[in-house]
């Protein structure tokens, strides 16, 4: 969805990061599996070389722009748009990454142009404003901060549950009762 926490350095293992993304270039280049398949496959695996770069374990070596290129440039499928919205949202990280803000904000927006879920279009509207502000640009930074909150008033209408706020089998995790008296 954004920049994660999960891949800082010490928190990740190489070797498995490494086979999986040797795994996922295979499949994003199989022939056997149909175009939504391999999108899936090169949107985790710019992810997964994200997580890569993030934790320390590898240079940048343009993996994940290549991957995000092949992934926009993929015909438009059903299911494909949030893929698509995915996989900018990681090219913007990636940009954020680098120092570039400004490639950050254009992969951000392109990623909230195509994602249709309202908490990860939340976040996203939270980087632009923060990406936005870091770049002295008030007005859009002010209007995505706006938007951020709009898009959370969606999903919580909507009954959206982050992961952190769902069981692994997706049933809501019981939110403690008020325990002070009336």
């Known amino acids: 969805m954004g920049p994660t926490h999960s891949c800082k350095p010490g928190t990740v293992r190489s070797t498995d ?3 999986i993304s040797k795994a996922l270039r295979v499949l994003a ?9 391999r999108i899936k496959a090169t949107v985790n695996l710019a992810q997964v070389e994200q997580c890569r770069i993030t934790a320390g374990l590898v240079k940048d ?3 994940v722009e290549r991957a995000v290129a092949t992934v926009r440039a993929a015909p438009d499928l059903t299911g494909s748009a ?3 919205a995915f996989a900018e949202s990681i090219a913007a990280t990636n940009a954020v990454g680098r120092g570039d803000l400004a490639a950050a904000v254009d992969r951000i927006r392109d990623a909230i142009a ?11 509207h939270g980087l632009l404003a923060d990406w936005s502000l870091a770049r002295c640009d008030l007005a859009v930074g002010r209007t995505a901060q706006q938007d951020a909150l709009t898009q959370l008033a969606a999903a919580e209408s909507a009954g959206t549950r982050s992961p952190s706020q769902s069981k692994a089998g997706g049933e809501p995790i019981p939110r403690p009762q008020n325990r002070w008296p009336s």
């Open 82 to 84: 949030d893929l698509r």
């Open 114 to 124: 195509h994602g249709r879920e309202p908490l990860r279009r939340a976040v996203w």
């Open 61 to 63: 070596d343009g993996t």
């Open 29 to 37: 280049a199989e022939s056997g599996m149909t175009e939504l398949e």
């Open 17 to 19: 990061l490494a086979q």
